[in-house]
């Protein structure tokens, strides 16, 4: 079975930008909505973006709108979390998952159809 890949994790430092990448060398989640999610030490799992099956159907949490940017790669059929002025407190595990249904992706804590690995979001100040 095809499971999802996060990459692109690192520490970087306060205002500068990071990319991380969510799926596989497979076009298999191009009929999927996919999420980006977050957990901070001591804290839950938080949701920080998702997106539909429409590019411009794309949800934000406050924390991050205008910062960061979900879009696809629809050559591989997975998807991007664009992340520019990073600030301390966006450091965390930043992982993925995949869904037939946005709306269950976005308002409930799963199941999920896919999820992916996590991986270490580090900014420093």
């Known amino acids: 079975q095809v499971q999802l890949v996060v990459s692109g994790g690192g520490t970087v430092h306060a205002g500068d930008s990071l990319t991380l990448s969510c799926g596989t060398s497979q076009g298999t989640f191009t009929n999927y909505a996919m999420g980006w999610y977050r957990q901070a030490p001591g804290k839950e799992r938080v949701l920080v973006g998702a997106?539909?099956?429409?590019?411009?159907?794309?949800y934000y949490s406050d924390s991050v709108k205008d910062r960061f940017t979900i879009s696809r790669d629809k050559t591989k059929g997975g998807v991007y979390l664009q992340m520019n002025n990073l600030r301390p407190e966006d450091t965390a595990v930043y992982s993925c998952a995949a869904h037939r249904n946005l709306h269950v992706l976005v308002t409930t804590r799963g199941p999920y159809d896919y999820w992916g690995q996590g991986t270490q979001v580090t900014v420093a100040s």
């Open positions: 997106i539909g099956l429409k590019d411009d159907d794309t």
